[in-house]
């Protein structure tokens, strides 16, 4: 039933309020409603539950949700995702979802897949891509393979970080907290009021400018491939911070190159530094990393 039946109900003046039918499942959890007259504290509270029922941070689930579809329990998007947590039609079905415009037994099913693909790839932008592009383009993207222009997008828009910055390991503090100062439902109260999210800062993984010596098709060719190529500057580069940055293929479907660099503040630094690595006859390169 979607989301505007239900408040068309509550306002007939011919009728008493029915029951509220906006409920979750109770299939992992004590049932759940979201009211029509209460839907700001009531979607927070539901939020807040669920993710702690299925052991997802809270912060994290709220800004995808909002990405999603800005809290809109009755959206449709071109490709017909559907309601608040926006799932297609077949990933309903596969999850046990009944209908995807019930908002609160969306967010109960969005947390329980969200916590699901953690658990699986080992962190929240893992799940974030999962969720966006699919199981099997997280997968390919753990593989080695590259992500849609959208997915790329959508990752740091929710997280901070970039896509690789996941796949290369979960950093060891990350804050995606809503508000730095106030508690997590007062945050989600005024994001649900106001309409307004508060944007995670990108944190850029890499200085800005990096020397390359050498480039490979996986993570662990790279670092060999430099480790081979710099032996007769092993006294420049003994020491320095190796940076392997994965480079997309100009063909989407095709698989991309890692690139190993020293990476540089200034463009005039990284071509101080490659300057003397030539004239120890390593090759190298300046390129921008970011």
């Known amino acids: 039933m979607r989301w505007f039946l239900a408040l068309l109900w509550l306002s007939s003046p011919a009728m008493a309020a029915p029951p509220d039918p906006m409920c979750t499942s109770g299939k992992w959890d004590q049932v759940q409603c979201i009211r029509a007259q209460h839907f700001v504290f009531d979607l927070c509270q539901l939020i807040e539950s669920t993710a702690a029922t299925h052991e997802l941070d809270p912060h ?3 800004r995808l949700i909002w990405q999603e579809s800005r809290f809109n329990p009755n959206a449709l998007s071109p490709a ?3 309601g608040i947590a926006q799932f297609i039609r077949s990933t309903a079905t596969k999850r ?3 209908d995807p415009y019930n908002p609160a037994d969306a967010i109960d099913h969005a947390a329980q897949y969200l916590a699901e693909m953690v658990a699986r790839y080992g962190n929240e932008g893992m799940a974030a891509i999962g969720y966006n592009g ?6 390919g993207f753990l593989a080695g393979r590259g992500l849609a222009s959208e997915t790329e997008a959508y990752v740091p828009i929710i ?7 996941w796949r290369d390991g979960q950093p060891k503090t990350h804050d995606m907290r809503l508000s730095k100062t106030g508690s997590f439902r007062a945050a989600c109260y005024v994001l649900a009021r106001e309409r307004q999210m508060t944007p995670l800062r990108t944190v850029p993984r890499f200085k800005p400018w990096g020397v390359q010596l050498a480039a490979e098709r996986s993570k662990s060719a790279a670092r060999a491939r430099f480790k081979s190529l710099t032996k007769t500057c ?3 580069v003994e020491g320095e911070k190796l940076d392997v940055i994965y480079k997309k293929h100009r063909v989407a479907k095709l698989k991309g190159w890692y690139m190993a660099r020293l990476s540089r503040n200034t463009r005039d630094a990284a071509h101080a530094l490659c300057g003397k690595l030539r004239k120890q006859g390593c090759a190298c390169a300046v390129y921008k990393n970011n």
Not at 134 to 139: K, L, M, N, V, W
Not at 159 to 165: R, Y
């Open 96 to 98: 046990g979802l009944a």
């Open 234 to 236: 092993h006294g420049l």
């Open 80 to 82: 017909n995702a559907m």
């Open 60 to 62: 994290f689930f709220t």
């Open 159 to 165: 997280t901070g970080l970039d896509a690789e910055a």
């Open 134 to 139: 699919g199981e099997a383009r997280a997968e």
